[in-house]
């Protein structure tokens, strides 16, 4: 087992190894948040037919026509209907946004511009033939290659689908994730707190951060540092594509999950990574079933998922995106404590005067969760950096919403 090594290693170790998750159909009502699982061609044209993107009148405008000009109205459309009465020269047409232009109109003047007297309308600004009216397939030709597979279904996404009439689409199934929180000093919340014990906040933050992505969660309760009420824990979880841990990573005595994992006959990929916080990280390999262990300390787990399971999570929900860009901030404050390691310091995104800068937390401590809470990025340090000065710029990911 290769012990201490760089995240883009380990991310490499694992991302090559897992695969999607199997397919399902799905109807579009419930597919949003979803990841596709086919490319989308279009069924059909968008709109389906020559439409007015005014209220107005539509006619056959000519070469010479005067100005103003007096026209005939023969046929009344509004959206949702349709005229076959064909439009000649000196006839209109009145019609409403939405409607299908009808056969011989090649243009549609705004109601604004024209005057009626009870059958007849007087063109004020009279319009070029081809004016105002919206193409049939403007925007989806059919055939049009819509969305590809791996795409994460958004808002807009599945209202396209919709727009072009399809209602059941194939996604990939939720990946489904097992959760362990191990450690006997911890209690879950309801209960009165024990001497030496504390409350376990992981489950609660990492079965946020996996809904939040998209899958579904198994959490299986506290589980003591013992080796075999960990394997118990880890079968009752036979059925999940990954399992993350927390706690019982290190070295101490009572850090178990390693072993566990390696009696459970895990292939353990690596252990520990060269980065904090979250160091004490582990991967392993069971079949299909991937096991990541992280660190118990509530930020040092947060921070090794977003960095590791995360992408892990996205090749095996299907997604095309499995990382996102990083890019450059400026450091809106300095940062003496850095050391040997690369660290990942989290940190607010503030703007001024129209760029991102990083504002690092205060407390950067491994178990200090509460400073997750504005934090929006994860600044990359990298090892034997010396101070972050202010100003400075140094690549980052996202890791929450703005609003978060
Ligand atoms: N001798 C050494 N000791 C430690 C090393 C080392 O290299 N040598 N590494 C340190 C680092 S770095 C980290 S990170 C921690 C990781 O330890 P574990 O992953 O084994 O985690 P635990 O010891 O079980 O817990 C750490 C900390 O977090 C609290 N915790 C655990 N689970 C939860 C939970 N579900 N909810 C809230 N809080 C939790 C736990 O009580 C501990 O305080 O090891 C260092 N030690
Ligand atoms: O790597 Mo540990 O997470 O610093 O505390």
Known sequence: ?????????????????????????????????????????????????????????????????????????????????????????????????????????NCVVRLEDTESVGDEV???????????????????????LLLEQGFYLTPPAIGLLAAVGLDQVNVYRRPRVGLLSTGTELMDVGQPLHPSKIYNSNSYTLRGM????????????????????????????????VVISTGGASVGDYDVMRHALTQFECEMLFWKLNLKPGTPASVGQKG???????????????????????????????????EDERFLVKMAQGFGKTGKQRRFLRAQAVFKD??????????????????????HLLVDVPANHGSVEPGELLMASWIADWEH
């Open 1 to 105: 087992m290769k012990v201490m090594i760089e995240l883009e290693e380990a991310k490499e170790l694992v991302l090559t190894r897992i695969q999607p998750v199997e397919t399902e159909s799905v109807s579009l009502s419930d597919a949003y948040g979803r990841v596709l699982a086919q490319n989308v061609t279009s069924p059909m044209a968008m709109p389906p037919f020559a439409r007015s993107p005014l209220d107005g009148y539509a006619y056959r405008a000519a070469a010479f026509d005067s100005q103003p000009l007096l026209l005939n109205i023969v046929s009344e459309i509004p959206a949702g209907t349709f005229s076959e009465r064909e439009i000649v020269i000196g006839e209109a047409a009145k019609i409403f946004t939405g409607a299908p232009i009808p056969p011989g109109a």
């Open 122 to 144: 007087t063109i004020l600004r009279p319009v070029l033939s081809g004016s105002n009216i919206i193409p049939k397939g403007e925007e989806i030709k059919e055939g049009d």
């Open 210 to 241: 996996l809904q939040e992505a998209g899958c579904e969660v198994l959490v299986i309760p506290i589980v003591a540092d013992q080796i075999d009420k960990t394997l118990m824990a880890l079968r009752r979880v036979a059925d999940a594509d």
């Open 288 to 322: 299909k079933q991937f096991f990541f262990s992280l660190s118990g300390n509530p930020a040092a787990a947060m921070v090794t998922f977003e960095l590791l399971v995360r992408p892990a999570l996205r090749k095996l929900a299907g997604r095309s995106t499995i």
């Open 354 to 375: 129209g760029e991102i800068w990083a504002d690092p937390a205060l407390a950067q401590g491994s178990g200090i969760l509460r400073s997750m809470i504005g934090s």
